[in-house]
Each structure stands twice: as C-alpha cells, then as structure tokens.
T-cell receptor, first 110, second 114 residues
C-alpha cells in the first residue's frame, strides 16, 4: 500500500542542524517532496527531489534520498527560530496522486 | 497575486446536517485537489480534478462525500449527513498542470461536527 511515515516532533537549538526523517513504501514514487506549514498558513513547497537522484542542496536545505531503503531526509543547516513549523514529507505515486506523511513539528529553542 | 482561497475558514455543524466547503483555486490552474487533515495524521487525499472532470474519486471516504468543479475553476466539497468523525481540516490545493510538482495550498476549512 501507499504510506509515508515520519516522527511527530523534533526539538533543536538555534544554530544547530535539524534532520527530519521520512520513510515511504511505494517503490514507484517518481518525486518526493518536503512541504512546510507555518501556524495559520497553508502548506508551502520547500523542495523536491526526483527519484533517480540521491541528493539535492538548496541553500540551507539538503535532501538525501536512499531509494533502496525508501528513506528521505531533510537537513536544515543553521536552524533559526523562523524555521519552527510542521514539515511534511510526501511522495508522488501514479500520475497525480500525492501521499503525505503526518508531519514533523520542529521546535527551535533560542 | 491571489492564492488559493477557501471558505468558510471555520464551520461548526450538528451531526446529521449537510455542509458545503468551497475552494477558489489560483486563476489558470487546471488541476485541483482536496485533502483532509485529521489531528495527528497526514493529509488524506480525497479527490483530484483535471478541468471539470474527476478522474479519481477513490479517496472519498464514503458516499456521503461528493465534490464538483464548475467552469474549470471553483470547486465545492459536500458532506451529507455529517458524522463526528468527519471533523477535520479540509485543504484544497491547485497546480497549473496535473503533473506540476508544486501544489499551492489554501488555508483550509476547519470543520467541527458536534
């Protein structure tokens, strides 16, 4: 079946790196995504990776994909209080269907 | 520019009543998606529209749920005879094309069924 799992909470100190992990089950995923949801706002796409890549870097964000283990991670370097939000992992399966995880709530302590 | 808007932002209803939730996608976006976000759970895919047609309705939880899209723009999600387990945040998203990687999400409608 289609399932995306991620831990529910992560707490880091300001300035440290944050690593949010995700596992998925559908091996036919074409794209994998990280979305961010700030309080009272809609989800916003942060970054995505094509399934034949194993790494993508975008400023402070690094996405690592281990396709064999069906494991995706998002690393945020130099985490700031403004990074506090819920981060959703998602995979595209089939042509248009996107399966989302439950979201990881990131707390950044000053 | 205008993003995806949803109305109402909050809806409280009594068990057994029907509700209608509205989504206005970004102008020109042909693909529209409905999701349900329950407490502590991920976004549950409900239905997808390409233009006015819905190729896949398999995500709708029961026959009490229906959705339509008219004129390739506004969409309405209708829940008949609401139950307490229908309480959730209903999110709408749109994308320019169905295969686009970025979906733009609205702020959601929080539905509470008493």
């Amino acid at each position: 079946g289609e399932d995306v799992e991620q831990s529910l909470f992560l707490s880091v100190r300001e300035g440290d790196s944050s690593v949010i992990n995700c596992t998925y089950t559908d091996s036919s995923s074409t794209y994998l995504y990280w979305y961010k949801q700030e309080p009272g706002a809609g989800l916003q796409l942060l970054t995505y990776i094509f399934s034949n890549m194993d790494m993508k870097q975008d400023q402070r964000l690094t996405v690592l994909l281990n396709k064999k283990d069906k494991h995706l991670s998002l690393r945020i370097a130099d985490t700031q209080t403004g990074d506090s939000a819920i981060y959703f992992c998602a995979e595209r399966v089939g042509g248009f269907k996107t399966i989302f995880g439950a979201g990881t709530r990131l707390f950044v302590k000053a | 520019g205008a993003g995806v808007s949803q109305s109402p932002s909050n809806k409280v209803t009594e068990k057994g009543k029907d509700v209608e939730l509205r989504c206005d996608p970004i102008s020109g976006h042909t693909a529209l998606y409905w999701y349900r976000q329950s407490l502590g759970q991920g976004l549950e895919f409900l239905i997808y529209f390409q233009g006015n047609s819905a190729p896949d309705k398999s995500g709708l939880p029961s026959d009490r749920f229906s959705a339509e899209r008219t004129g390739g723009s506004v969409s309405t999600l209708t829940i008949q005879r609401t139950q307490q387990e229908d309480s959730a945040v209903y999110l709408c998203a749109s994308s320019r094309l169905a295969l686009d990687n970025e979906q733009f999400f609205g702020p959601g409608t929080r539905l509470t069924v008493l």
